[in-house]
């Protein structure tokens, strides 16, 4: 990570808002501090510009708009550390394009995708300020890449993240440090750990949490040292009695891996949570890696975390995905709905492979079967190995990391979500990026060929009406609009059924269908789209689009698409804009459902879609207009 240039000696106390805990015998529930007072008008309708009648059931929850989800000092009515200046004082910025994190192993850290650094919109205080996200976590302020060291204690969740504290983009990365009773409300504590010691020197990278039988905590992390070389460390609380963890001890014996001989010295990072041995002897960690363009996984084994041992050969590999970051590898029951345990293995398990690809910015992960005594994972369909077939999200997600929630006995997954603005807006509102609505993970009994993901049970706490419309009948080229009220938070679940006479007598021979290459939602075809129109103004000049498209070919077979349209999703210049989305599995008999859920300030939104393929966006109104939203599936 690129070092601290400041001309002040770094000061980790000066850096950090420390936000103490109020006395729990005089509430129950975390505190919160509203983010804005702030009320939108929102108007809900659903599109259709195929060429088929469509029956839609929609229920829709609203939020309060008074809600929030973190606790800390300081934070104005915006939600944000400090306050923008006033408008008068913005005046455009443009920044050449600066390459953060090559230079230390890791490519681009930043997403601007503007052409002409110069093209640069004029963005001001009122348009920045309700930007921020409500229930999505995400820092005070400045840069915030992956989630790190997840992990329950003491009735607490903890959250660690990778963390700018001097600018909003990447680079001298610390560990930032925030917990909840519940994922949603969040409290930010002191930094975990900082680049100081020679093995770190140059950034705290990413690493995990694992718990050992007696309750211990271990940290596991990758250091960027003074060589700028990847080198693997080991942490741990100074106080296990502490349900907060305030204060981390790096290991002196630091660092405990380092590239081995045919590694390079900057593809060696990302240690995973360590399971036990069949033996219950010895713990393995594995960590990503690449030998010329084949992503690889090897494979550690310890007695004492202090001391390891490379294992021989690698447990898997896959040539042309280039560097793995963020390896994942848990267990799941295909018998069972609770998560498991990262050392649990035998009949009615299977175990998720998962890598970041560094070369293309996605999560990719596959099922196999693992074999604890050669060490060796092999993927159920090799057509589907990891980096070439199944990804956890098709929108904007990267770097994931899994933990086992021993409280309510489930897999969790994070990850984080990018910023598509120009890297001269980030350092202009002052900060990037947020996490990803925390999700439960298990295997999928009726497909046996994916997981299932959902975003955790804790959310729906914070529904607070409902409006639910049934029966509605979609007529070609229709934008039905429906009267919610007041809102400025979403949980809409949407239900599609396709008149089955018109999807057996519809023939595209020939078309293929990809959301990616397809022109977006202006593309018109026969079974196609239909969703809804988020972010839209009343005039549906700037919009984003979330939609289903069936395309089905002379051989009678349909293919379902599911797509997110970014690029009418705002009127200024400086941000990429793209559209995502991917073929997703309808298995007979079921409908089209999809759940979208629409945070605070108009910012984030997650669509999920019959619990298989997710998309993940960062989409931001140039200005508060009037939302407009047409729901799919």
Known sequence: MAPNNSSQPYDPELAVSYAPLLDQSTSDHP????HSKRRVKVLVGIFISSLFLLTSVLTIFLGSPEESQLKTEGINAGGLGKPFPSSS???????????????????????????????????????????????????????????????????????????????????????????????????????????????????????????????????????????????QNLAYPANLSDPLLLDWIKYPGNPVMVPPPGIGLTDFRDPTTAWLSPDGEKWLVTLGSKINKTGIALVYETEDFKSFQLL???????PGTGMWECVDFYPVSTVEENGLDTSIN?????????????????????????????????PDNPELDVGIGLRYDYGKYYASKTFYDQNKQRRILWGWIGETDSQATDLLKGWASVQNIPRT??????????????????????????????????EPGSIVPLKIGSATQLDIIASFEVDKDALVATVEAGVGYN????????????LGPFGLLVFADESLTELTPVYFYISKGADGKAE????????RSSEAPDVTKQVYGSKIPVLEGEKLSARLLVCQMFSSPTVLICYYRLLSLNSYLFCPKIMNITHCT
């Open 31 to 34: 505190p919160s501090v509203p």
């Open 89 to 231: 004082s913005v005046s455009p910025r443009s920044l050449n394009p600066v390459s953060t994190g090559v230079s230390h192993g890791v490519s681009e850290k930043t997403f601007r995708g503007v052409s002409d650094p110069n093209d640069v919109y004029p963005w001001t205080n009122a348009m920045l300020s309700w930007q921020r996200t409500s229930y999505h976590f995400q820092p005070e302020r400045n840069w915030m890449n992956d989630p790190n060291g997840p992990l329950y204690h003491m009735g607490w969740y903890h959250l660690f993240y990778q963390y700018n504290p001097d600018s909003a983009i990447w680079g001298n990365i610390t560990w930032g440090h925030a917990v909840s009773e519940d994922l949603i409300h969040w409290l930010y504590l002191p930094f975990a750990m900082v680049p100081d010691r020679p093995f770190d020197i140059n950034g705290v990278w990413t690493g995990s949490a694992t718990i050992l039988p007696d309750g211990q905590i271990v940290i596991l992390y990758t250091g960027d040292d003074a060589d700028l070389v990847q080198v």
């Open 312 to 318: 021989d050969g690698i447990m898997h590999g896959v």
């Open 346 to 378: 035998g009949p009615g398990v299977k175990h998720v492979l998962k890598a970041s690809l560094d070369d293309d910015k996605c999560d990719y992960y596959a099922l196999g079967t693992y074999d604890p005594y050669t060490n060796k994972w092999t």
């Open 441 to 474: 993970v298990v295997f999928d009994k009726k497909t046996g060929t994916n997981i299932l993901q959902w975003p955790v049970k804790e959310v729906e706490e914070l529904r607070r009406d409902v409006s639910e419309f049934e029966n509605i009948k979609l």
């Open 515 to 526: 959301c990616s290459t397809s022109g977006g939602a202006a593309g018109r075809g026969l």
């Open 560 to 567: 379902t698409h599911f797509c997110a349209d970014e690029t």
